[in-house]
């Protein structure tokens, strides 16, 4: 049995608010989804800072600080490009925790190398003067709204595991 969004984003919750930590979010493929699962949880003020929805390479180069270079040469669905996310939104909202989504829901947009399921989740946590930044890909069968759904789900998990393994 799989856990269901209010569990997964309580246990993150949880987590982050056993470290009194605060987590923000950039959004890209799931479009505020994972920033909607948080605010669902009562109490989610005690540990969610914000989401940011940066659907166009614009948004993440003036909101995130994401660099050009890298989204001309990897394109926005990548580890680079999701890394680059989850650094940008934590330090924009001077958090401990940044986690980022950028991948392809469907139809349409996907490519042999990135099929439409693809999704790159980033990490970001800034404890003791120490920066540490993961992205992780993910491949996802669904259309678009199944897609969007298991990708959020998937940064609720990867979030879990990343606060856990530091406690």
């Known amino acids: 049995m799989t856990e269901d969004d209010a569990d997964l984003a309580r246990r993150a919750g949880t987590a982050l608010a056993e470290d009194s930590a605060m987590v923000a979010v950039a959004e890209s ?5 994972v920033g ?3 605010t669902n949880v009562p109490g989610a003020s ?3 800072e914000r989401s940011i929805v940066t659907y166009s ?3 993440k180069l003036d909101l995130l600080n994401v660099e050009i270079d890298t989204l001309e040469k990897t394109g926005a669905v990548s580890a680079e490009i999701a890394r ?3 650094r940008g939104v934590r330090e924009n909202a ?3 925790w940044g986690v980022s989504t ?3 829901a469907g139809p349409s947009g996907g490519t042999p190398e990135k099929p439409v399921g693809t999704v790159f989740i980033g990490t970001a946590c800034f404890e003791d003067g120490e920066e540490s930044v993961a992205a992780n890909r993910y491949e996802f069968k669904g259309d678009r709204l ?3 759904d298991q990708f959020a789900r998937q940064a609720l998990t990867d979030l879990i595991e990343a606060v856990e393994s530091l406690s």
Do not use: Y
């Not at 493929?29 to 989804?33: A, E, K, N, P, R």
């Open 29 to 33: 493929s799931t479009g505020g989804l």
């Open 146 to 148: 199944e897609n969007k």
């Open 57 to 59: 390479n614009d948004a």
């Open 46 to 48: 005690r540990f969610f």
């Open 102 to 104: 950028t991948g392809i």
């Open 94 to 96: 001077g958090t401990k």
């Open 84 to 86: 680059q996310m989850a």
């Open 36 to 38: 909607s699962k948080f």
